[in-house]
Nanobody, 120 residues
Framework: QVQLVESGGGLVQAGGSLSLSCAAS????????MAWYRQAPGKSRDLVAS???????NYADSVQGRFRVSRDNAMTTMSLHMNNVQPEDTALYFC??????????????WGKGTQVTVSS
């Protein structure tokens, strides 16, 4: 099992910056990918950014060049550095971890989310 706890959300003005953190605990070996997702009211939960255990990153087109994802080597903490935030970035942000279990099955784990609200 992997437990994920997000923090760092809040209210920020458009054009400002905010950093989110995801603290992972539990069975952290064989975590292959960690990612940030977001969900605005009435909309689907969408990928924002991901980072693999090897350090490869992937970003949604809407945040490319503004957001940066990072993690520590032990995959215990993942961060999302958000610059030049816009009102459309307002959403509940979730942390996700993908782990290969002892049988080689991919398991997904989710945090409960942290709210980001951008005022115009």
């Amino acid at each position: 099992q992997v437990q994920l706890v997000e923090s760092g959300g809040g209210l920020v003005q458009a054009g400002g910056s905010l950093s989110l953190s995801c603290a992972a605990s539990g069975s952290l070996s064989r975590i292959t990918t960690m990612a940030w997702y977001r969900q605005a009211p009435g909309k689907s939960r969408d990928l924002v950014a991901s980072i693999t255990s090897g350090g490869s990153t992937n970003y949604a087109d809407s945040v490319q060049g503004r957001f940066r994802v990072s993690r520590d080597n032990a995959m215990t903490t993942m961060s999302l550095h958000m610059n030049n935030v816009q009102p459309e970035d307002t959403a509940l942000y979730f942390c996700r971890a993908e782990r290969l279990d002892e049988l080689g099955v991919h398991r997904d784990y989710w945090g409960k989310g942290t709210q980001v609200t951008v005022s115009s």
